[in-house]
């Protein structure tokens, strides 16, 4: 199959990825010679090159991706190369945990499984990974209380629990957990968000991500890198509410 | 781990638990204290004690995620405690079936491997499940017949064949199963559709759910267990046609 | 368990199956008997029976499925009942390569791997499947100048990386290689929609399909396949817009 390979640009590739200490290349090309071809060339070797978003934050919409469609057999290979673009052991360990919530609890048990394996292999100390109860980041009170009372009288009524833990668990816990930046959430929840369809969830997510720090340009080529592992009808579903958001904030 | 975990807290699932006969903890702790911490605290020691809905209903709603969503890693746990919950092996058989036909036939084959290693280890009797073809429930045959000329009238031309086996297979056959109650296949259902995003088919379904006998309550709290198991986002985009469904049926 | 299974129409079903050369039975049957009842009768002797859409085609439906909501552990029965049916080993490694893009590049690596595990079993030469970059069909340009100049209006601002390659990796690459028809192509992409759900992609898909030569009972028929393996409720929240589409055309 490497004889198919342009030797040419196969060269530059190595040259890029040794300059980024990313891994060179998966472990085991594919079967298909399209499908390796489209996978050095066009994944690795082109997109993960364009500037606009960095390879530490193209790994962490990667990640989110397969956490949040539970595509666990790439989940080594990513996470290697996630470690090697700069995202700490800690940040993966919080990814993981924020996926939990926003993607449904078994993606994140699995995930933790095959990073479990992966930091073992890399002689990664889980005992300094974040603890359970570190002491949280300051909380914007005035915004989580009108947040939280917009949520409380649409459903307050009709899902109590819901309403209850959305506050407990996910606003004045999960988000102020210092282990990963509130930026790097966001762009976790939104690529999560676009990886399962979630359209009518991402005006506030996207919003939020902005808030927080996320860029046009980056958020833009956030798209770029969920069209190739969330897939092209996904993006194309997210970019009308992607574009309306962007119009909307610079009214 | 364990020394991060909360002495007290755990001392009270322990008692909780052994009250129910609910397994004790998950086999094997997270590697990350924050999702191990969550997981026994936040899930089995809070949200499954919650009132509003039954540890049975919980295990029917979480087998019904997991399976819905093919995540098959999570099924020998909750499978267990399901059983220790009160879900009969049988029941357990026919909701498998159930979503062959509401999620996917993929997702059904491969949660019936995870379901006979599990019953294999509790050793239970596979030649007692509920029978290929047993006698059916009595249909309610005006409803029935109301039901399928809607149908037919809408999509009669566009897909004959759907038409044909949702009569045919699902209503005049998988419905009527005795195996599982219709309360509890709408539970199932509902769930399923919750999982994978599919609001579009809620307000049908959560209306025969409540007809089949689910209280407003049940499906208020099914919503909280849902949140935790299909995530966040599902439920919010979930919430606003259960908010529209409870209003209706009290006008 | 066989014991429960209706010899006469188990028998009708080996007649049938060898008639076609299809594969008789799932290797293992399911341990519940329903499901395995189910299986035999409706699914494999019953609907992959239907006319209206020939078991290659069923096949590629029924792949398009397995591999776009990475349901691997059926891989390797319908892959063999695929090559059976009439489906190349390269048409394969086309569909997998082009549910890359339109599913998300994990799913593909999966399948990738099953597909190569089945080749190997039947002895086929993957030294044979499509090269990397075969020389292309020949495109419309018209009309891609066209599809192209809207794409670029709507989203080039919000996301050019996205608009970028949907030209160049997608509509003057992927759709153009020569080793899968562009009427299966469609007939895959159609497919995988409707299995994750992503009903605002139909419309376009569709159209483009029936202009690639699908047939208006062929894509009916394919909703019934569908019904199956895709699971009823996204069935019945893709009807509409089919329903839609056939109308349309025929103004």
Known sequence: MNSMVNKLALGTLLVC???????????KPSMTPALDHYTRHLLLGDLWQRPGLS???????TLSVLVAKNQNHELPFYLKR??????KPGEIAELIVHLAFYSGWANATAADAAARA?????????A?????RPAPL???????????????????????GVVQYTTEALFRDLWLRPGLAPR???LVTVSALVANGQVAQVTYHLNRAMDNGLTEQQASEALTQLAFYAGWPNVFSAMPVFKDVFAKRKE
């Open 128 to 132: 300094r990974l974040p603890p359970a």
């Open 138 to 160: 300051p909380l914007d009170e005035k915004a989580e209380a009108a947040r939280a009372r917009g949520v409380e009288e649409n459903f307050g009524k009709v899902a109590p």
């Open 82 to 87: 996630a470690l090697d673009s700069g995202v």
């Open 55 to 61: 390879p530490r934050d193209r790994s962490i919409v």
């Open 17 to 27: 990825a040794a300059a980024q200490g990313a891994p060179l290349k998966k472990e």
């Open 118 to 126: 992966v930091f073992s292999e890399r002689k990664i100390d889980v």
């Open 184 to 186: 790097d959430r966001s």
